[in-house]
Antibody, heavy 130, light 112 residues
Framework: QVQLVQSGAEVKKPGASVKVSCKAS????????MHWVRQAPGQGLEWMGT????????GYAQKFQGRVTMTTDTSTNTVDMELSSLGSEDTAVYYC???????????????????????WGKGTTVTVSS | DIVMTQSPDSLAVSLGERATINCKSS????????????LAWYQQKAGQPPKPLIY???TRESGVPDRFSGSGSGTDFTLTISSLQAEDVAVYYC????????FGRGTKVEIK
């Protein structure tokens, strides 16, 4: 079945960087966009950005531009999200979530860049504390 | 960015009664070329990731009970739970995917 398995919890000091991994299985990795969404304690959901695992093109929320980097490794079906210059406000659960289907040519299929998130990882807790 | 406004923030409903959650977008999320509303609903139980319930404003995700339904178009949307069950206690979020992705602040549903 389709699964997204995320890396374990992290504790970081202010100013440091954190990298969270998301390993996909049960589907063709390069056929679907991947998103990162975070949730601060007791708060709502916040979209951070998306990556196309086929080629690695990215789109980031303006709030995180310059501080977030998303990468993909097709040999291990893994997407990584690195967030730098951490502050206490970055303490949150970080989720990867599968997006719509990527299609390189409209002659073959319909690209679903704007689509909902149909499969979610269990989340990775990142705590930023001195 | 499109702002999603949910109401109410919380509601308490008796078992078997109807629960209604509203979601309003700051601009239309109806794409005219395909007549689809780019609006989804998610359910999040305590300690769990969000689970998709509804997409395209009214299409139920596979396996979701038919007591959950979505309606609306343009800028105004509703999630209805026709007969609340104990396992429906959760926070519900609307999300637009018309222009990037943004979520409402969530509505907490409890048993009265």
């Amino acid at each position: 079945q389709v699964q997204l398995v995320q890396s374990g919890a992290e504790v970081k000091k202010p100013g440091a960087s954190v990298k969270v991994s998301c390993k996909a299985s049960g589907y063709t990795f390069t056929n679907y966009y991947m998103h990162w969404v975070r949730q601060a304690p007791g708060q709502g959901l916040e979209w951070m950005g998306t990556i196309n695992p086929s080629g690695g093109s990215t789109g980031y929320a303006q709030k995180f531009q310059g501080r977030v980097t998303m990468t993909t490794d097709t040999s291990t079906n893994t997407v990584d999200m690195e967030l730098s210059s951490l502050g206490s406000e970055d303490t949150a659960v970080y989720y990867c979530a599968r997006g719509g289907r990527y299609c390189s040519s409209s002659a073959i299929c319909n690209d679903q860049y704007y689509y909902y998130m149909d499969v979610w990882g269990k989340g990775t807790t990142v705590t930023v504390s001195s | 960015d499109i702002v999603m406004t949910q109401s109410p923030d919380s509601l308490a409903v008796s078992l078997g009664e109807r629960a209604t959650i509203n979601c309003k977008s700051s601009q239309s999320v109806l794409y005219s070329s395909n007549n689809k509303n780019y609006l989804a609903w998610y359910q999040q139980k305590a300690g769990q990731p969000p689970k998709p319930l509804i997409y395209w404003a009214s299409t139920r995700e596979s396996g979701v009970p038919d007591r959950f339904s979505g309606s609306g178009s343009g800028t105004d949307f509703t999630l209805t739970i026709s007969s609340l069950q104990a396992e429906d206690v959760a926070v519900y979020y609307c999300q637009q995917y018309y222009s990037k992705w943004t979520f409402g602040r969530g509505t907490k549903v409890e048993i009265k």
